[in-house]
Nanobody, 119 residues
Framework: QVRLVESGGGLVQTGGSLRLSCVAS????????MGWYRQAPGKSRELVAS???????KYVDSLSGRFTISRDNTENTLYLEMHNLKPEDTAAYYC?????????????WGQGTQVTVSS
């Protein structure tokens, strides 16, 4: 049974930084393409950053280099470093593996971690 546990969110001021973590269990983490998603109130969940099994990365254009995704296969952990945070980054953040079409692989999501950026 796959389990995804996100942590590291919090309340920060505009311009602040946070580091999110996602620990995965019940899956062979090292072979998975992984992604960070976020869901703001009243909006659909969106993929904001992804890292492939070969460590190549992709980001949505709107992040403008402020976020960095990384992984530690020895700890089955996915990270998201977030800098120069803006109020529009406020959302619940989730991780999931990606299928071959870049869609969420696991139907069961973690509880997410809330990021709130005050202006």
């Amino acid at each position: 049974q796959v389990r995804l546990v996100e942590s590291g969110g919090g309340l920060v001021q505009t311009g602040g930084s946070l580091r999110l973590s996602c620990v995965a269990s019940g899956t062979l983490f090292s072979i998975r393409d992984m992604g960070w998603y976020r869901q703001a109130p009243g909006k659909s969940r969106e993929l904001v950053a992804s890292i492939m099994r070969d460590d190549s990365t992709k980001y949505v254009d709107s992040l403008s280099g402020r976020f960095t995704i990384s992984r530690d296969n020895t700890e089955n952990t996915l990270y998201l470093e977030m800098h120069n945070l803006k109020p529009e980054d406020t959302a619940a953040y989730y991780c999931n593996a990606l299928d071959t079409r870049g869609r969420p692989l696991f139907t069961s999501w973690g509880q997410g971690t809330q990021v709130t950026v005050s202006s």
